[in-house]
């Protein structure tokens, strides 16, 4: 499954298949990139992150790809599992402010078994 | 072991009333944060707090006070709490500053649904 456009609320994907999550962000000035997963009931967990100096950059199942031409950002799970129902967030920090994590609105992920 | 904690989980109270939200982290880290989670799940950032002092503070009602005794807490006072204040509040912490060689992962807490009644 895959969403596509600036931002697809929702993503319904079958057990086993890849998943896609996309992000567009906005900020050029931006230089480092982060994913996070909300679970219901809980705060959002680090996932995977990626500074503006590399393109992709994976995990254990996820890659992060970052296409700075046209601002887009994409989370890839592979093989994904029921427990990877949640919500996804990508998140940025300008260069300009250390501290200040912008948040995207958040994919919501659903695995039908 | 639970790294960034916040009590209470839940909080139901009545318009007008003055709440707090409290806030430890057992990471070590220099930097906290809170962000507001509204019904949409929309994340945004109110507050930052590094070594106790305050870095960030976006466009927050000044009913909103954030207090920091030490670089492990970071509480949340909200007076004469408002209907529109209803929200689920997050509490993260993150390592040094980049430009002091740390990174700017952050780590979140459970949450703390508020609710205004």
């Known amino acids: 499954g895959e969403s596509v456009g600036l931002h697809l609320p929702t993503l319904s994907v079958q057990e086993g298949d890849n998943s896609i999550i996309n992000c567009a962000y906005s900020?050029?000035?931006?230089?480092?990139f982060i994913w996070y997963k909300q679970e219901s009931g809980k705060g959002p967990q680090f996932i995977i992150d990626?500074?503006?100096?590399?393109d992709k950059r994976q995990g254990q199942r996820v890659t992060v790809l970052l296409n700075k031409t046209v601002k887009h950002l994409s989370l890839q799970i592979a093989a994904t599992q029921p427990g990877d129902s949640a919500v996804y967030f990508c998140?940025?920090?300008?260069?300009?402010?250390?501290?200040?994590?912008?948040f995207g609105a958040g994919t919501t992920v659903t695995v039908r078994a | 072991d639970t790294a960034v904690s916040q009590t209470p989980k839940y909080l139901v109270t009545q318009m007008g009333n003055d709440k707090s939200i409290k806030c430890e982290q057992n990471?070590?880290?220099?930097?906290m944060y809170w962000y507001k989670q509204d019904s949409k799940k929309f994340l945004k950032i109110m507050f930052s707090?590094?070594?106790?002092?305050?870095?960030i503070n976006e466009t927050v009602p000044n009913r909103f006070s954030p207090k920091s005794p030490d670089k492990a807490h970071l509480n949340l006072h909200i007076n004469s709490l408002e209907l529109g204040d209803s929200a689920v509040y997050f509490c993260?912490?993150?390592?040094?500053?980049?430009?002091?060689?740390?990174?700017?992962?952050?780590?979140f807490g459970p949450g703390t649904r508020l609710t205004v009644l």
């Open positions: 993260a912490s993150s390592q040094l500053p980049r430009s002091s060689g740390g990174t700017d992962t952050q780590y």
């Open positions: 900020n050029s000035a931006s230089d480092y």
């Open positions: 998140a940025e920090i300008p260069g300009s402010n250390d501290y200040k994590l912008s």
């Open positions: 990626i500074r503006s100096n590399m």
């Open positions: 990471l070590g880290h220099d930097t």
């Open positions: 707090y590094n070594n106790k002092e305050l870095i």
